[in-house]
Structures are given as C-alpha cells and as structure tokens.
C-alpha cells in the first residue's frame, strides 16, 4: 500500500499533494520499518521450516533404524512405508526450505532498498525545507 502512495506522490508531485517535509519523512519511515518487518517474518518462516526438516529428520532415522532392526514381514513392510513418507517429507519441506531463503533474500534487498530510499528522502526534504528558509530570508532581506 506505501508503495502504490509512493508511486502516486512520485506521479503527481508532493507540492501538488500538499504533502509537507514532515509527511514525506514519516512515510519513508513508515516503508523502512515494513520492510524491517517483513525481513523478520520472512528468517521466523525459513526458521520455522528448518526445525520441521530437522524434526522430519530425526523421524526419518528413526524409520531406518526401526527397518533395520525388523524381524517381521509386517514390521519390515511398516518401516519402509515410515521411510519413505518421511524421505517424501523431507524433500517436501527442503524445497519449501529453499523458497523461503529466496524469499528472505527477497525480503533483505527490499527492506535495504527502503532504507536507502528513506535516507534519500530525508536528505531531500531537509535539502528542500533548507532551501525554502533561505529563499524566505533572502526574501525578506530585500
């Protein structure tokens, strides 16, 4: 939603919005800590995945250990149903694993992105702010 506002002030200019130096500064803030937020729930996610494949793995070895130790047909069928349900889990949950570290990588670029641009936006509202002081005092000086 910043976003799309951001695209609109960009399009139509802060002066025609009526959108003070003070407005601009806190959206930019607004978008930085999104951002931000957006990182940590994105490391909670892959966290939360890597703890299940570890989980998933651990079920797995016991499956192993369990087929090897099988001394009946029926024990034996039921340990290599366990092993291969949670071999299908663990890829399952690796691929789910590598789309979340894409998506913290994603979610990394973005919030630098939006710290770049909120700092570049202070720099500019300050600039301007200055700019209008000293054209007022000059102003004023004639």
Known sequence: MLEHFHNVVDIVGQDALGMSAETMKLLAKSAKENAIEMVKAAKTQLDSL????????A??????????????????LRAEQAVAYWRDTIDEVSDRVAQAEEDLA??????????KDMYTVMIEQSTKEFERQITGAAGSLE
Do not use: C, F, P, Y
């Not at 890597?50 to 793995?57: G, P, T």
């Not at 079920?59 to 034996?76: C, F």
């Not at 994603?106 to 710290?115: Q, R, S």
């Open 106 to 115: 994603d979610a990394l670029e973005n919030a630098l992105e939006g710290i």
């Open 59 to 76: 079920q797995l070895d016991a499956a192993l250990e369990a087929q090897k130790n099988a001394s009946t047909a029926e024990e034996k």
């Open 50 to 57: 890597k703890s299940v494949r570890e989980q998933a793995q």
